[in-house]
């Protein structure tokens, strides 16, 4: 438990929706730090819960309906046992709750939102969200590239 | 009573969007269901154009599920367009490729969607009934369904580079062979999920007990199976010949494969983009047949793996013919995951799985290509034309799911007739609906991308369209 973990996730062929996912990418071509996990997926999965009970800290990142584009937003997360009914994908919140079922540990997590505005499909991201991804990674490169196994 | 529709809109924990519509009498019983697939998605057209060589990847794109699937029978339609005999080895990694995409799968299904209902009952509150509440409830059973799951796609991703939508699997083989490394590691963990996999199957042994209503309700009735063979009649996923076997256990016919246009015809209804499949000899609806999982441990004449045979052999003590309930999709997939881990480590012991000669090379040879494989769900079938440039002139794809719609069709009544009485719905009702489905596991393409928040919302409304009952999930 002395890592931090990133997941960054979303539908990358699905403009905006993609934010999550390609920060995450880019993120893993800046960041060169054994202390940091970056995985970039198109969606959160129960598998993803033993890797989540063994980080120190765990940075969800996503694309949001909601919200000003060109910007981003951070919100703590805490773990909640709760989930729709379409089971083979998951929200953050309970994938922390499933962490600390299944293998005993949860970890500080904090969600950060990008809002979108184009959710079709297509590889474009609109201008101001791609903008909002890269002051994400910069913000992230920097605030990660201090940390180390030992401090977390 | 007027007459009434009642609807189940969406279908939940199934691969992709659908609904129920159940209609009643003037007595309140159930007169009619059907299954409505209510997604489009268009692959077999808008294929057409493209060069040959691209459809493995194009057609993987048709589920974030199985796309291993796919792309496997789309690369045997290819390897029928080259016209080669692609070298032993790339056909042994596709085997292994297969069989751990049916081993995450049946895990998915099994772990995920079904063992929620399994473990904390059709009438549990549906706000805990799905995989987290099966954590809370059960912490083993479901951090082993978690294990058997990201084994099954970390042997994906050590084979063919990714998880989800690899392009690994080409026309003429596989893109590379697999390393010492990758195969050492899928090795050390074999015994540990054969243990996860017993485990599962004894647990879900003791528990049948208390389904003896389902299992009696829960598309049980005759119909004809069918699926793929080994040349030796035991069981196989990659190849062979396609069997057609009666509800009594008799062999009707052993057919070659890819000479399916023959035997099988495929019909629309109004009602629903899903095709619906049925063997011609017998004509529709005679000649409906059920495909996937439960098909195939009936269909075959043994298994050639020691723990999985013991576990079949037990399991054709259920019925004296062929094992009818659609319940016991449930059970086959646990026998076949079993399979599935004693078959790769069986491919994979073998010192040839490491050769490197694992692609065959040629242009186009044959205007024409059929590649027949069985997925998780059951048999896929890929059909492609080409022109003289190798560019798609004309494709048919008949899946699993379409195979087994008539029946599914069929079993959502029988359960409705069991289960639903009246103008008053329950949540444990309308959930046993639903759950027949699922036992089938169809794939309605989950790769199509849902905004927003999906609910279970179900009304009950008379002929005329005046509500009666509604019910939400919470």
Known sequence: MSHTLVIGYGNPLRGDDGAGYMAAELLRARLQNPAVEIVSEQQLLPEMMQGIAEAKLVIFIDASVSGRTGKFNRIPLRPAPTCGRFTHHASPEALLAGAQALYGHTPEAVHYLIPGRFFEAGQEMTPSVRRAVNDLVETLAQELDAVTEATG | ?474
């Open chain 2, 1 to 474: 009573m007027p007459r009434q529709t009642i609807v189940i809109d969406p279908v939940t924990r199934i691969e992709g969007h659908s609904k129920i519509s159940l209609h009643l009498d003037e007595e309140g019983h159930v007169e009619e269901a059907y299954f409505h697939v209510t997604q489009f998605r268009g692959f077999e057209k808008f294929c057409e154009g493209r060069p040959y060589y691209e459809m493995p990847s194009l057609m993987a794109r048709i589920c974030g599920i199985c796309p291993v699937s796919h792309l496997i029978a789309s690369a045997k339609a290819c390897d029928q367009i080259l016209a080669v005999r692609i070298p032993p080895n790339a056909v042994r990694l596709r085997q292994v490729l297969n069989l751990a995409q049916i081993l995450q799968s049946h895990a998915l299904s099994f772990f995920y969607l079904s063992a929620p209902d399994l473990l904390l009952g059709m009438d549990a509150d549906p706000a805990t009934r799905n995989v987290f509440g099966l954590a809370e409830a059960n912490p083993a059973l479901a951090k082993d369904g978690v294990r058997l799951r990201q084994f099954g796609q970390q042997i994906i991703e050590w084979l063919a580079g990714k998880r989800i939508h690899p392009a690994w699997v080409v026309p003429g083989g596989v893109a590379s062979p697999l390393t010492a490394e990758s195969r050492e590691r899928i090795l050390a963990g074999i015994p540990e999920c054969l243990g996860i996999a017993a485990r599962a199957l004894d647990w879900f042994k003791n528990e049948m007990e208390r389904f003896r209503e389902e299992i009696r309700s829960f598309a049980n009735f005759p119909t004809l199976f069918m699926g793929l063979v080994g040349e030796d009649g035991k069981l196989e996923h990659y190849h062979g010949k396609l069997r057609f076997l009666d509800a009594g256990g008799k062999v009707v016919a052993d057919y070659v494969d890819t000479a399916f246009p023959e035997y099988l015809a495929e019909i629309a209804h109004p009602w629903t983009y899903l095709k619906t499949s049925f063997y011609k000899p017998l004509g529709y609806p005679d000649g409906v047949y059920r495909v996937g999982p439960l098909a195939r441990l009936n269909i075959i004449d043994g298994v050639d793996t020691p723990r999985a045979s013991q576990e079949w052999a037990e399991f054709r003590e259920l019925d004296r013919g062929a094992v009818l309930s659609s319940f016991y999709f449930h059970y086959a997939r646990l026998i076949e995951i079993v399979y599935a881990l004693e078959k790769i480590e069986q491919l994979l012991s073998a010192p040839e799985s490491l050769d490197v000669n694992v692609r065959a090379r040629a242009n186009v040879n044959n205007g024409e290509g059929i590649g027949v494989s069985e997925a998780p769900r059951g048999t896929l079938m890929h059909h492609y034309k080409v022109d003289a440039d190798g560019l798609i002139t004309w494709a048919n794809l008949i899946i699993a799911t379409g195979h087994n719609n008539a029946a599914m069709n069929r079993g959502v009544l029988q359960v409705a007739r069991h289960f639903v009485h009246g103008n008053r719905l329950t949540e444990g009702m309308l959930n046993r609906v639903e759950a027949v489905i699922r036992t089938f596991d169809p794939c309605l393409s989950c790769s199509t991308h849902a905004s927003g928040r999906l609910a279970l919302e179900v009304e009950l409304r008379s002929h005329e369209g005046e509500l009666l009952d509604t019910c939400h999930t919470r």
